[in-house]
């Protein structure tokens, strides 16, 4: 076994909501489990930062939330998570530069989604409808599509005062 070149550094979540239904027109529904399908979510993701030569990582910013508008329809819970994380290479990783950012994005995605499946489904599982655990999802193609490029916000001067 071997150490991974992927480094994941520091991760939070900037945002987590979850909503459980309630159905008054079907309050005798059995209690089961929960299930969401992959086109009922939204997928937002974003990507800070370039990788150069002496920076071999990146912040990414995922954001998955269900459709509008299905909540009781079809789906137990709504819900809205949002995580950000520091993904980098190791320093002594061998893969070329040039292939680099596209490792780190479609690898630190699929990192950051596993993160916040177990997040969902330990919150939803003492809820009405018990876990609901998000399917599974490749991010192969996000590197042609490219994640969203925002360039990484300035350092800024904190002032330290009393209050």
Request: hydrophobic share 40%; net charge negative; with cysteine.
């Amino acid at each position: 076994m071997n150490q991974s070149s992927l480094q994941l550094e520091h991760y939070t979540f900037t945002e987590v909501e979850v909503k459980c239904c309630i159905d008054p027109d079907n309050s005798s529904e059995e209690f089961s489990s929960a299930r969401v399908e992959i086109e009922q979510m939204n997928f937002e993701i974003q990507q800070i930062g370039d990788v150069s030569e002496k920076n071999r990582g990146i912040v990414l910013r995922v954001k998955v939330n269900t459709l509008d508008g299905e909540l009781c329809k079809s789906l137990k819970y709504k819900f809205s998570m949002e995580a950000m994380a520091k993904i980098s290479m190791r320093p002594d990783s061998t893969i070329d530069v040039s292939r680099v950012e596209k490792t780190l994005v479609i690898n630190g995605v699929n990192l950051i989604y596993g993160i916040m499946r177990e997040k969902l489904n330990t919150i939803t599982s003492t809820m009405l409808w018990g876990q609901l655990l998000l399917p599974l999802a490749t991010f192969d193609g996000i590197a042609k599509t490219a994640a969203t490029k925002v360039e990484a916000p300035a350092p800024t001067k904190s002032k330290n005062s009393a209050v």
